[in-house]
């Protein structure tokens, strides 16, 4: 093996690591953006049945159905932060702000 062959293998392995630097960085962004949890507020732990059956009853579901009707345009919710599950009056357990539920109550 000559000194130019090593050279060129030097060479090569830098280019090839810069290479997968340049593919893989983009990749891994991409990988670490989807694992972003989607928020979730359907946990009933700690509720009574009276509490869970409410829930039920009033068809609360973590996206609003109607798109114009969220828990946070009601005046039932009560905010935790846009990223938290809030509160309701009426619904009890966690609430997602994109949420809703057949009680919606547009704010006065
Ligand atoms: S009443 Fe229904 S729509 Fe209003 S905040 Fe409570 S769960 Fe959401």
Not at 19 to 47: D, N, Y
Not at 98 to 105: E, I, M, Q, T
Request: charged fraction near 20%; include cysteine; glycine fraction near 12%.
């Amino acid at each position: 093996m000559s000194d130019s062959n090593l050279d060129r293998r030097s060479v090569l392995r830098r280019v090839g690591g810069g290479f997968a630097l340049l593919v893989l960085a983009p990749v891994a962004a991409a990988v670490e953006g989807c694992g972003k949890k989607e928020l979730s507020c359907t946990s009933t732990t700690g509720l009574t049945p009276a509490d869970v059956q409410t829930r039920t009853a009033l068809q609360y579901v973590d996206h609003a159905t109607d798109p114009a009707k969220p828990c946070r345009a009601c005046r039932l919710f009560r905010s935790a932060g846009e990223a938290a599950c809030g509160g309701c009056e009426v619904v009890k357990g966690p609430i997602n702000p994109a949420g809703g539920c057949s009680a919606w109550a547009a704010r006065t």
